[in-house]
């Protein structure tokens, strides 16, 4: 079983930053697979990026450019860079780790963008 706690939500204005964490209760020692996804108000839980071991990222298209998803070197955490934010971008952040063909989930943070 892995437990994934996320943190770092909060309320910002149009054009802000937040920085999202996800703690991992896994000892990570070569191969991953983590991401972000988001459920917006009225909408259906969507992804925004993945990070896999060996360092390859990919970004929903709606989030390129002002999104970074990184996973910390030394730590079982993994971290979503949120900059230029917009108001559409308000919701729930969940965090996913793949192990083992198993999907695992953390409770979600919110994020609320003011306009």
């Known amino acids: 079983q892995v437990q994934l706690v996320e943190s770092g939500g909060g309320l910002v204005q149009t054009g802000g930053s937040l920085r999202l964490s996800c703690a991992t209760s896994?000892?990570?020692?070569?191969?991953?697979?983590m991401g972000w996804y988001r459920q917006t108000p009225g909408n259906q839980r969507e992804w925004v990026a993945t990070v896999v071991n060996g360092g390859a990222r990919n970004y929903a298209d709606s989030v390129k450019d002002r999104f970074a998803i990184s996973k910390g070197n030394a730590e079982n955490k993994m971290y979503l860079q949120m900059n230029s934010l917009e108001p559409e971008d308000t919701g729930v952040y969940y965090c996913?780790?793949?192990?083992?063909?198993?999907?695992?989930w953390g409770q979600g943070t919110q994020v609320t963008v003011s306009s």
């Open positions: 996913k780790e793949t192990y083992r063909c198993r999907d695992f």
């Open positions: 896994r000892v990570i020692t070569s191969i991953y697979v």
